[in-house]
């Protein structure tokens, strides 16, 4: 069983930074396509960076240029480095995972299996 387990949200100030992280475990990790999602009050989700198994990266243009997705292989862990936060990036963020490869890797019908989520909220 697929298990992803988001920690590293917190508070911070605008212009701030902070690290995601999601451990992932139950399967081949080496094998999936990996992203993070991003739902704010009263938004809908949003796909905002994506990772897949060769390592190659997308991101949507709201985060493009401050945020940065990467996974450790030997820890399975994905990560979401987030600098230059604003205010409008406040919300809870999400990982997801599903077998490589899929045709919209930010679209989040591709994904199966999600974290709990963690709140990022910025001030």
């Known amino acids: 069983q697929v298990q992803l387990v988001e920690s590293g949200g917190g508070s911070v100030q605008a212009g701030g930074s902070l690290r995601l992280s999601c451990a992932a475990s139950?399967?081949?990790?080496?094998?999936?396509?990996m992203a993070w999602f991003r739902q704010g009050s009263g938004n809908e989700r949003e796909g905002i960076a994506a990772i897949g198994s060769d390592g190659r990266t997308s991101y949507a243009d709201s985060v493009k240029g401050r945020f940065a997705i990467s996974k450790d292989t030997a820890k399975d862990t994905l990560y979401l480095q987030m600098n230059n936060l604003k205010e409008e990036d406040t919300a809870v963020y999400y990982c997801a995972a599903n077998y490589c490869p899929l045709v919209g890797p930010l679209m989040d019908y591709e994904y199966h299996n999600w974290g709990q989520g963690t709140q990022v909220t910025v001030s």
């Open positions: 139950g399967y081949t990790y080496s094998g999936y396509c």
